[in-house]
């Protein structure tokens, strides 16, 4: 998925997201400031389509050490999904040339996964 495109996405993706979801409190969209608001673990946050997250104190808004990490959740979220959809694409086409050239679609299937073995970080993996 890329960044939500509207607040109805957004919310939908802050709620599927954030862990222990059912804690937050006073969730809404503040659509002239195109953003969510919502109270989670006692702090309030908003956060843009951009999935750039503020906490609010007060009237005033900071970049602090909980927004950083919840932006960063959001942001590896986002990233993950990217990754898993590559995945599914570069399967598909492997699967396209195994009915082409059986030979070379095994080929190709072994060689990504070697790849994706050392990105997660295995020297060998079964065959």
């Known amino acids: 998925m890329q960044n939500p495109q509207n607040l109805a996405e957004l919310t ?54 909980a927004s950083m990490l919840m932006q960063a959740a959001f942001m590896k979220r986002s990233s993950n999904e990217k990754v898993v959809e590559a995945i599914v694409n570069t399967l598909q086409q492997i699967e396209d040339v195994v009915r082409r050239d059986r030979e070379r679609g095994l080929a190709l299937l072994q060689s990504v996964k070697q790849t994706l073995g050392r990105l997660a970080g295995k020297t060998s993996l079964p065959h």
């Open 12 to 65: 939908d993706y802050v709620r599927k997201t954030l862990p222990q979801s059912n804690t937050i409190a006073n969730f809404r969209s503040n659509d002239k400031a195109n953003v969510i608001e919502f109270a989670w673990q006692s702090r309030n946050f908003i956060v843009k389509t951009t999935l750039e997250v503020m906490e609010m104190k007060g009237n005033n808004l900071f970049i602090t050490g």
